[in-house]
């Protein structure tokens, strides 16, 4: 096991809903990725913090934001939901934000929007 | 363009046989990394390894075995003697010192080993 948990484990939502998911990064860990994994497809990367702060950020809308915590936990917020939302989120944390550094997965949350 | 490539999407094979996973990958970086994961259907994504550009030593481990080829932009995963243990999906991903934090993953190849 990696050490990095996340919850919810699992959560129905509906479309126009606002959902937060967190996470908790492995110690010793000062960053953590953010990935949306529709089903039979790969992780697609949404946003990492690191020390607090966004560090890169891919192709998704400003309605996907987070937060990182003092702890270097994070959250996850999605605004106004769509249906193609639906998907496993996933969180990753690494010793710090460079592209050497392995990241290490929780178990994710997974997603239904109706 | 996908970044990497897995053109494998399904396979099968009986326990014992030895597989190979492919991966293809595409960057202008003459620094990055190449990352190879696997996901049980409980979903958490395990690391198995990482091996960087300058590094093209082939590395093995246990029954596991990587084969890094840059002329041909390669990166594939052998598993020898599979057991039913080995029945997961396995992705490759690459993360680039260009873009740097992202890690691009491939769309997976599903294994699937009989007994």
């Known amino acids: 096991e990696t050490g990095v948990t996340q919850s919810p484990t699992h959560l129905i939502k509906t479309r126009g809903q606002q959902v937060t998911l967190r996470c908790s990064s492995q110690s010793g860990h000062n960053t953590v990725s953010w990935y949306q994994q529709a089903l039979g497809q790969g992780p697609q990367f949404i946003f990492q913090?690191?020390?607090?702060?966004?560090?890169g950020r891919g192709n998704f809308p400003p309605r996907f934001s987070g937060l990182q915590f003092p702890n270097y936990s994070s959250e996850l917020n999605v605004n106004a939901l769509e249906l193609d939302d639906s998907a496993l989120y996933l969180c990753?944390?690494?010793?710090?934000?460079?592209?050497?550094?392995?990241?290490?997965f929780g178990p994710g949350t997974r997603l239904l929007v109706l | 363009a996908q970044k990497v490539t897995q053109a494998q999407t399904e396979i099968s094979v009986v326990e014992k046989e030895d597989v190979t996973l492919d991966c293809v990958y595409e960057t202008r970086d003459t620094t990055y990394y190449l990352f190879w994961y696997k996901q049980p259907p409980s979903g958490e994504l395990v690391f198995l390894i990482r091996r960087n550009s300058f590094d093209e030593q082939n590395e093995i481990s246990g029954r596991y075995s990587w084969n890094f080829q840059k002329s041909t932009s390669s990166f594939n995963f052998t598993i020898t003697a599979s057991q039913v243990v080995d029945s997961a999906v396995y992705f490759c991903?690459?993360?680039?010192?260009?873009?740097?934090?992202?890690?691009?993953f491939g769309t997976g190849t599903s294994l699937t080993v009989i007994p």
């Open positions: 990753a944390s690494s010793r710090t934000g460079g592209p050497q550094e392995t990241q290490y």
């Open positions: 913090y690191y020390r607090e702060e966004e560090n």
């Open positions: 991903a690459l993360s680039e010192a260009s873009t740097g934090n992202q890690f691009y």
